[in-house]
């Protein structure tokens, strides 16, 4: 058996990870997308290492674009297999991966009208709306802690991550020449103490470990001082200031923990009465699948549940999904928070709003999650005082501001703790991926100190062989 790290290897987006058994059986752990790579995004995206004709199966550890945004390109490219994750992944990939198509479309259409002008030939997105609709009939859902039969020789079992609603590490189990080899692929880990999911379930003892490590040399601020942190920027934006605060966010996870925390500040009567907006229709739709799988909540919104029914909205919480209604933010000059995709600043809406806010010094921007290199949103957070939205240059005066704690992923001591079920002794090789390349050296370092040996860093590319 061997495996490939095609990608996510030394660096965080793009998410693919091959395994070929010895009887020619093509397993592939996610099949994401890479995101924020500047001018080679597109070409990392075509280029898939492998004719996706040949993979039998994708195992998916959750609905984020940079694991599952590949699939319906792979489907176009020949792709005939199955998809299997759990209920709330899949419920979450029918919405994410046609808005994914949506915007890849949008983005095409608005670089070929730029191109066209310089003569140069029109390209086509990765793909559509309609192949990623038409994608989800190969979807195969399963409960969480449920042995999954593959074939005769191949099983898998998801284990609650707490990263996202439906994440999960993917425990395999393949038969060869009589033995049973066991492989556990993280996926990305979420926090000990999240605001709405439940805490990461230990993982069963394996051969072999694939594990992330985003947040590999970095420690998160506690809970209570990211609660601090928003209300603060929140009142010195909107009420000091009297402007706007723009927090670009994950439609999916991170606006709902946001809306959740606004939601508890309203019922506390802390919040300021000033219009909250969540301007992203895939965020509305994913609020409803939220609602759907509240079994899958900690005990905090449970809690909360016994007196509030609708722990996602409040009073003056306004749900946009109209284009016209999104504009017209742009045109308010009253205080207000605006919720909107993407975290990393890199595509839809909250690029709109950056672009006619950010050179107002009386407003604020507030990242909320992590932001890989080239990226806008790191790009900002960086300091530099001049950036290039849609191609036009504009001036930083709005302050920017960053919250690690409201993060998805856990640290490098949430990570360690989180891998601490397992006997290091009887680890045959552990597989840092899903991390740049200097957290996951340190990252290493950790793990080692933990006890834990044989620890590889996989490029690019490179394939192993299992024994």
Not at 127 to 156: G, P, W
């Amino acid at each position: 058996m061997k495996i490939k790290f095609i990608g996510a290897a030394r660096e965080v987006t793009g998410s693919k990870h091959l395994i070929v058994t010895d009887k020619g059986k093509k397993i592939l752990l996610d099949c994401g997308m890479f995101q924020g790579k500047g001018l080679e995004t597109d070409a990392l995206n075509r280029n898939t290492m492998i004719d996706p004709a040949e993979v039998d199966h994708i195992i998916l550890t959750h609905a984020h674009i940079d694991h599952s945004g590949l699939i319906p390109y792979f489907y176009t490219r020949g792709f005939s297999g199955s998809v299997i994750c759990t209920h709330a992944t899949r419920d979450l990939c029918s919405i994410m991966l046609p808005d994914s198509g949506f915007i890849q479309q949008n983005d095409v259409r608005w670089f070929n009208k730029k191109k066209s002008r310089q003569g140069m030939k029109p390209v086509a997105p990765i793909y559509t709306e309609k192949d990623a609709r038409d994608c989800m009939k190969l979807f195969i859902s399963t409960a969480e802690n449920r042995k999954f039969r593959i074939d005769d020789d191949i099983t898998v079992k998801f284990v609650n991550t707490g990263h996202l609603l439906g994440s999960a590490a993917a425990n395999i189990t393949i038969m060869e020449k009589g033995k049973a080899i066991t492989i556990c692929y993280t996926g990305d880990i979420g926090r000990e103490h999240d605001y709405l999911l439940r805490a990461p379930d230990a993982i069963p003892q394996c051969d072999y470990l694939i594990t992330e490590s985003t947040y590999g040399d970095r420690l998160h601020q506690d809970n209570k001082g990211a609660e601090d942190e928003l209300l603060r920027v929140i009142y010195h934006t909107c009420v000091e200031k009297k402007g706007k605060l723009i927090i670009p966010s994950f439609a999916i996870g991170r606006t709902q923990e946001i809306v959740f925390l606004l939601n508890n500040f309203y019922n506390d009567n802390k919040l300021p009465r000033i219009p909250i907006y969540v301007d992203s229709p895939l965020a509305v739709n994913a609020t409803d699948i939220f609602r759907r799988h509240l079994n899958l909540f900690n005990d905090d919104v449970a809690e909360v549940l016994e007196y509030d029914d609708d722990p996602f909205g409040f009073n003056s919480l306004k749900y946009i999904t109209n284009v016209n209604q999104s504009k017209a933010l742009n045109s308010k000059k009253d205080p207000c928070v605006i919720i909107s995709a993407s975290g990393m600043m890199e595509a839809g809406r909250v690029k709109h709003h950056i672009a006619n806010n950010i050179d107002n010094k009386r407003n604020s921007i507030l990242a909320v999650g992590y932001c890989a290199p080239a990226t806008l949103g790191a790009r900002l957070l960086s300091g530099e005082k001049e950036v290039s939205v849609f191609g036009t240059p504009h001036k930083v005066r709005a302050e920017i501001f960053s919250i690690d704690a409201l993060s998805g992923h856990a640290d490098y001591a949430e990570m360690r703790n989180y891998l601490s079920c397992l006997d290091p002794h009887k680890i045959k090789k552990l597989f840092i991926v899903h991390g740049e390349y200097s957290a996951q050296q340190s990252y290493a370092k950790v793990l080692h100190d933990a006890g834990f040996r044989n620890i590889e860093i996989p490029e690019p590319g490179e394939t192993v062989i299992l024994d």
